[in-house]
């Protein structure tokens, strides 16, 4: 690819995105384990006259944090996309993702050293959860 170690220029010294990509897989991983059916979690109640409860209460709330651990894996992800395209320069990308790397950065400037990108994160997954980056880009890029 061409790309330096983790995504970063100096990866002697600096760990880049080796620990925003451990947390992607420690996101995923957890939504794997919400992922099973919550139907095999149902328990008899009525007096053991009902074998079937509706588990859909439990399964609407792990939906919940399933979602934001999939908006903080995209952002994740969309963090590190930007900082390739501007490793890959003088290479250009489409006016479309030029137009969401512009925003990327007005949260996540580039990282030339190590620093905690949890902020930019977090900030970036708000906006996917808002639908910023969604099937227009470009209409609704730049939203406040």
């Known amino acids: 690819s061409g790309l330096p170690a983790f995504l970063i220029p100096d990866s002697g010294l ?47 709330r792990r939906l919940g944090a399933m979602s934001a651990n999939a908006a903080g894996v995209i952002a994740i992800e969309l963090l590190a996309a930007a900082q390739a395209v501007e490793l890959r ?33 977090d900030a970036v997954a708000a906006l996917i959860g808002q639908g910023v980056f969604g099937p227009a880009v470009g209409a609704d890029l730049f939203r406040p």
Not at 26 to 50: C, R
Not at 104 to 115: G, M, N
Request: hydrophobic share 45%; proline share 6%; glycine share 2%.
């Open 14 to 60: 600096n760990s880049g995105f080796m620990l925003a990509q451990v947390s992607a897989a420690a996101l995923v991983s957890e939504n794997k384990a919400l992922a099973g059916p919550a139907s095999t979690d149902s328990l008899p109640t009525s007096a053991n006259q009902e074998d079937h409860v509706s588990m859909s209460a439990y399964a609407a």
């Open 89 to 121: 320069r003088p290479l250009a990308t489409s006016p479309q993702l030029a137009a969401v790397h512009d925003r990327l950065r007005r949260i996540s400037p580039f990282l030339a050293e190590d620093r905690s990108l949890a902020a930019e994160i």
